[in-house]
C-alpha cells in the first residue's frame, strides 16, 4: 500500500517562456499555504513578485545548490528538501538537467524521488519541453531545446493546468524584460508561439479524453462520448478502399478525431490475389495515418452491417464512414444493401457516405470546386474598400476570456488584467462585472473604476442591466464586460449583451469579455446530450471568430469541484444540488474538453488563414460547400447547429434549404420557418425555400438545387417514419441517397 502515501504532481503547462506558470504556480502556493499546508520553494524564478499578498507570511525557501564555474546548472538540494519535510514543494522547469556531480541526472528524477517521500510537488513545463513532440515542433517552429522530459512524465501527473495566453501578450512581456529564453535558438514569432499554443491545447485536450474514456467505461456509458469524434471507416478489399481512408484521414484531422479502419471477411473463404494485394496496401496506409485496424471475421449466422455496428458500439465510435451502394435499386431488393441496412441499425451514429467516383468525370477522390486563381495580388484598394479597411482600423479590439463552466475564474482573470492595464496608465473602467457574491472575485475590483447600471422596469418590477448609454459616453479605451450570453431586459436597445459589445466595439472602445462554452450556439445540442440540460442564452459563433483575442482558463474538474464544495462558486445550500447535477464530474471533463479544442481550432483556424502551411489540422485546399436539409420536424434545429459545425470545420459555405408543399400554410409552419430561418443567419447560412406540389417531388426539388449550389456534402438527418408513413410519402432520404452518388452524403444521429 506503499503507493499510497505517494506526493501528488501538478504540472503548469505553457507554451513557453513569459505565458504566466510561474505566476499561477506562486498564486495557488500561497493559497495552499493559507490553508494550513506547509510549502516551500526552490528553484523557483524570483521575477514573479505577488503584491497582492505583501503582508501574507512569506513562501520558506530551501536555497538551490548553484552552478560551479566550470558548471552553468542549478540544482535543488534534495538532501535538504526531504530534511525539511514541507507538505508541498513548488519547483520551476521540470526539464532542467542537473550538473554532474548531482545525485540525480534530471529534476524530473529529483521531483519523482520526493514524490515516492510522500512530498506533493508543484512544478512548470513548456510544451516544447516534451521529448515526443520536439521534432514537429522543431519542423514546424524552427525552435529546437536541449533537455526534454518523456511524455510518459506528463501523463503519469495528477493534475496538469494549462496556462493559456494570447501569442502577442507573451511578445510584450518578452519585449519590455528585453530576453527570451536562453535555450530557445531562433527568435520567437508570433505563429510560432500560436502554433506552441496549438500543441498544449491539443495535448491536454488528448489528454483529457482519456481521462473522459475512462470515466466512461467506470460508468458503463455505452455511446460515443458528444466531447470528441471517433470515426470508422468500413471498407473491402478493392480499389476504392484506400480512397475511403484518405477520405476518413481528412476528417479526422479536420475533427481532431481518432481514426478506426474495419474490413469484414468471409470465416471460410480464401482471398483472392487481388484481394491479397489490396490488403497490404491498405495495412500500409492504416499505419502511415495512425489509424487502428480490425479485421472481423463474418459467420454464416452473421450480417455484415450488424457486425460494424456491434464494433461501433464497442469502441464508442461517432461517425461511420462507408462507400456509396453501386446496386440498382432492383438488386438492392433482391441482394439487400449494407447501406440501408446501416440506416436501420445505426441511427445513434453519424453515417457518412462517400461519394461514388465511378459516377462522375475522372478518378478524383472528393467533389470540389477549386479556389480562384483570378484575384490580382497587387490590385488597387477600392473606394467602398477602403472605407471598410478605415472602419476596422477604428474599430476597438475584442478579447474573450472562455471557460468550460462557471467558477474557471474567467472574470478574475479578467479583472487581474484590468489592474494591469491600469498600472501602464491604460484608461479601463468595469461596464458590466458580475461577481455572483464570491469573495476572491469581489476583493479583486479593489479600486477599479465600475461604471453604474442602468434600472429598467418590466412588469412592475426593476431589473438592472448594463449602461450602454452610459459607457459611450464615458469613452474609456477599454472596458469589462462579464457574461456576453446574457439575453437583455425587454426595453433595452438591444436583446442580447453581445449586441451591446458589437456597438461599443465600432465606438473604438475595446472589450475585454468572458462566456463559458456551453453557450455557443452551435453546441447547444452537444451540451444536452453532455449534461442534460438545455441551455437557453448563447451566442453565434461568429462572435468568438470575431475577437482579437480568445483565452481559455483551464481549471481541472477535481479543483472545479474542490471550490464547489469550499462555496466558491455557488452558496453552500447549493453546492451539494450542483455537484449532483451540472457538475458531475464526467460532465466537466467532457465540458473542459469542448473548451480545449474549441480555442485550439480557433487558433488553427487563424494560422491556416495566414498560412496553411501552419496549420496543424493540415491545409483544406477544397472550396466546400454544406447542403443541409430540413423539414419541420423537432431535429431542424439540431441538424443546422451541426451541418454549421462540420461547415465551419471545413471552411466551407453551408446552405440550409426546406421544400414547402402545396400552396397553403399554417401559422405554425410560417413559425417554424421563420424560427430555422433565424438560426441559420445567426450561424452564418443561408436559408433557401423551396416549392414542391406533393411530398414525392421533394428529392428531385432538392437534387436540383443542390447541383445548382454545387454542394459537396449534403446533410441529412436519420428518417424517423414509420413503414406506414414510408408506403404513403416515400422514404426521402434513400431516394436523396440514391440520386446523389457524385456528393458526399452525411446522415446524422437522432437528435437527443
Not at 499554443?197 to 474514456?213: M, P, Q, S, Y
Not at 490590385?379 to 477602403?386: F, M, N, R, V
Not at 423551396?690 to 436540383?704: D, K, M, S, W
Amino acid at each position: 500500500m506503499s503507493f499510497l502515501k505517494k506526493g501528488h504532481l501538478k504540472i503548469y503547462l505553457g507554451a513557453g517562456s513569459k505565458t504566466g506558470k510561474t505566476y499561477t504556480m506562486l498564486h495557488d502556493g500561497y493559497d495552499l499555504l493559507a490553508s494550513g499546508m506547509n510549502v516551500v520553494l526552490s528553484g523557483v524564478s524570483e521575477e514573479h513578485p505577488l503584491e497582492e499578498f505583501v503582508n501574507e507570511a512569506p513562501l520558506s525557501s530551501i536555497p538551490i545548490i548553484k552552478a560551479t564555474a566550470h558548471e552553468a546548472s542549478a540544482d535543488l538540494d534534495v538532501q535538504a528538501i526531504l530534511a525539511h519535510k514541507p507538505d508541498l514543494l513548488l519547483v520551476d522547469d521540470l526539464a532542467h538537467a542537473n550538473q554532474p556531480s548531482a545525485r540525480f541526472p534530471t529534476r524530473l528524477d529529483d521531483v519523482t524521488f520526493l514524490l515516492e517521500h510522500g512530498i506533493h510537488v508543484m512544478t512548470t513545463l513548456n510544451i516544447y519541453d516534451i521529448e515526443e513532440l520536439r521534432q514537429n515542433i522543431k519542423k514546424l517552429t524552427g525552435i529546437e531545446v536541449r533537455h526534454t522530459v518523456p511524455l510518459s512524465a506528463v501523463a503519469g501527473a495528477h493534475e496538469i493546468k494549462l496556462i493559456d495566453v494570447d501569442p502577442e501578450a507573451v511578445l510584450k512581456r518578452l519585449e519590455k524584460e528585453k530576453k527570451g529564453d536562453a535555450r530557445l535558438t531562433p527568435e520567437l514569432s508570433q505563429d510560432a508561439l500560436s502554433i506552441l499554443r496549438e500543441f498544449a491545447l491539443r495535448l491536454i485536450a488528448d489528454d483529457v479524453n482519456e481521462r473522459l474514456e475512462q470515466y466512461r467505461k467506470t460508468h458503463a456509458l455505452q455511446n460515443a462520448s458528444p466531447a470528441a469524434e471517433k470515426i470508422l471507416v468500413a471498407l473491402s478489399y478493392n480499389s476504392n478502399g484506400t480512397l475511403l481512408i484518405r477520405r476518413g484521414q481528412q476528417l479526422a484531422n479536420r475533427l481532431n478525431g481518432e481514426l478506426h479502419i474495419m474490413t469484414v471477411t468471409e470465416e471460410k473463404q480464401k482471398k483472392t490475389t487481388e484481394e491479397i494485394a489490396f490488403k497490404d496496401a491498405i495495412l500500409k496506409l492504416a499505419d502511415k495515418v495512425d489509424a487502428t485496424f480490425h479485421e472481423a471475421l463474418r459467420t454464416p449466422a452473421a450480417s455484415i452491417s450488424r457486425i460494424i455496428v456491434d464494433y461501433a458500439l464497442a469502441h464508442a465510435i461517432s461517425r461511420i464512414v462507408i462507400g456509396q451502394s453501386r446496386r440498382s435499386r432492383f438488386e438492392e431488393w433482391r441482394k439487400g444493401s449494407i447501406l440501408n441496412e446501416l440506416l436501420e441499425q445505426a441511427k445513434q451514429i453519424d453515417l457518412m457516405v462517400i461519394a461514388d467516383r465511378h459516377s462522375t468525370h475522372g478518378e478524383r477522390l472528393l467533389t470540389y470546386r477549386q479556389r480562384s486563381r483570378n484575384a490580382h495580388p497587387y490590385a488597387a484598394i477600392k473606394q467602398g474598400d477602403l472605407s471598410h479597411v478605415l472602419q476596422k482600423l477604428r474599430r476597438g479590439r475584442f478579447k474573450i476570456y472562455i471557460g468550460a463552466a462557471p467558477g474557471v475564474g474567467k472574470t478574475f482573470m479578467m479583472l487581474e488584467e484590468a489592474y494591469d492595464l491600469k498600472r501602464r496608465h491604460i484608461d479601463v473602467v468595469g461596464g458590466l462585472i458580475e461577481t455572483h457574491k464570491r469573495k476572491g472575485t469581489e476583493a479583486q475590483i479593489r479600486d477599479l473604476d465600475v461604471l453604474p447600471r442602468k434600472s429598467l422596469d418590466y412588469r412592475g418590477t426593476m431589473f438592472e442591466e448594463m449602461d450602454l448609454e452610459g459607457i459611450l459616453r464615458r469613452n474609456p479605451e477599454v472596458v469589462l464586460i462579464d457574461e456576453l450570453a446574457h439575453t437583455n431586459i425587454v426595453g433595452s436597445k438591444h436583446q442580447k449583451r453581445y449586441e451591446d459589445v458589437e456597438e461599443i466595439l465600432e465606438a473604438g472602445i475595446s472589450v475585454i469579455s468572458t462566456v463559458n462554452v456551453q453557450h455557443l450556439e452551435s453546441l447547444r445540442d452537444t451540451i444536452f446530450q453532455i449534461t442534460g440540460v438545455r441551455v437557453r442564452e448563447t451566442i453565434p459563433d461568429f462572435i468568438l471568430r470575431m475577437a482579437d483575442e480568445v483565452v481559455l482558463i483551464d481549471v481541472p474538474p477535481e479543483t472545479l469541484q474542490q471550490r464547489m464544495r469550499e462555496g466558491k462558486i455557488y452558496t453552500l445550500d447549493k453546492a451539494e444540488q450542483a455537484l449532483a447535477n451540472f457538475f458531475r464530474q464526467g460532465n466537466l471533463i467532457a465540458l473542459r474538453e469542448l473548451a480545449l479544442r474549441e480555442v485550439a481550432d480557433h487558433i488553427d483556424d487563424r494560422l491556416e488563414a495566414h498560412d496553411d502551411r501552419s496549420a496543424l489540422r493540415g491545409p483544406w485546399r477544397r472550396m466546400e460547400v454544406v447542403y443541409v436539409c430540413v423539414n419541420a420536424s423537432h431535429k431542424a434545429e439540431f441538424l443546422i447547429r451541426r451541418g454549421f459545425r462540420t461547415a465551419h470545420r471545413m471552411k466551407a459555405t453551408m446552405f440550409v434549404s426546406f421544400v414547402q408543399v402545396g400552396t397553403t400554410h399554417s401559422d405554425e409552419e410560417r413559425s417554424c420557418l421563420e424560427s430555422l430561418r433565424a438560426l441559420t443567419e445567426r450561424l452564418g447560412g443561408t436559408f433557401i425555400l423551396l416549392h414542391a406540389q406533393t411530398a414525392r417531388e421533394i428529392p428531385l426539388t432538392l437534387v436540383n438545387d443542390m447541383e445548382e449550389k454545387l454542394a459537396t456534402q449534403v446533410v441529412l438527418g436519420h428518417s424517423s417514419r414509420s413503414r406506414m408513413e414510408i408506403k404513403r410519402r416515400g422514404n426521402t432520404l434513400r431516394t436523396l441517397l440514391r440520386s446523389i452518388r457524385s456528393v458526399d452524403v452525411v446522415v446524422l444521429a437522432l437528435a437527443p
